[in-house]
């Protein structure tokens, strides 16, 4: 079986891994060392309906919608982040949910969401419209990058950036979309990819019982296979992040909006412990799995 990522074919069964109702064939390759499902769910897409987003599905995800104000708090400092590098122009967000980043996103660009879920996009675009409206948010549409909304927006170089945070790990055809993305792009535009490094000791030490093993989750990247694969694609400048491109002090702003009581702060320690951890090494691997790869074209 090919590599998703490097495209080899020196793969073999790593392990059969059970999650709830579900039984994860998990491929690994010599190459590169990323991992991957095959054979991978039936209908992957079919996952992201309305039990997935409301917490009743055995694979379950989280309602942005309640919570918009505390996320806003990490959208606004990965933004901020983003701005040094490139101050205005169009955006996509992949994989959008419900659109909170992209609608948070218009604050500086002309913005715009796509997601395969239909139930997200329809869901989506009714809370947004319950928001304060922003001049530069385009809207949230059905689509994914290797299946573009039928708009004239979605055309060759016309991005300046595109992020997927959280999204590469759910892709079938991972070096499809990120052609896909590079080909959007405007000449020095950012690609932006948060997801997990199977190459940090985090998820080495794990092993199977790495929290990342979930139904939806169809590859897992080690952090060099992942750039090297967009260097091939045309990708020429690369900055990774660990664990994350936003600040520690909106990662605490964030969860302590959620906190009813004063012990609930304790669990600040953990996340200052994590964050701080992330940027240790031993033999040239960081100690955590958490990572975002900006690419430049």
Partial sequence: MICPVCESARTYLWENIKYQNYNLFIRKCVSCSSLF???????????????YYEGDADYSYYDERKSHAA????????LKNIHK????????????????????????????????????????TVWLKSLDPKNNFKGIYKGSLINLPKINAFKKNHFDIITMIEVAEHLKNPLANFKSAYDLLNKNGLLIIQTANFDAWQAINAGKNYHYFLPGHLVYFSAKALEKALKKI???????????????????????RNFTGFFRYLKWLSIVYYHLKSYLRKKERPLT?????????
């Fill in 37 to 51: 499902q095959f054979p991978e769910i039936k209908d992957a897409n079919s996952l992201y309906q309305q039990k």
């Fill in 71 to 78: 996320s806003k708090i990490v959208y606004l400092s990965r």
């Fill in 85 to 124: 590098f490139i101050n205005k122009g169009f955006f996509l967000d992949v994989g959008c949910s419900f659109g909170g980043f992209a609608y948070t996103a218009s604050d500086y660009y002309q913005s715009f969401g796509i997601d395969v879920s239909n139930f997200s996009i329809k869901e989506g």
């Fill in 234 to 256: 045309g990708f020429r400048k690369f900055i990774q992040y660990t664990p994350v491109d936003f600040s520690l002090n909106a990662k605490l702003r964030k969860s302590g």
């Fill in 289 to 297: 799995s958490s990572f975002v790869l900006y690419a430049f074209k």
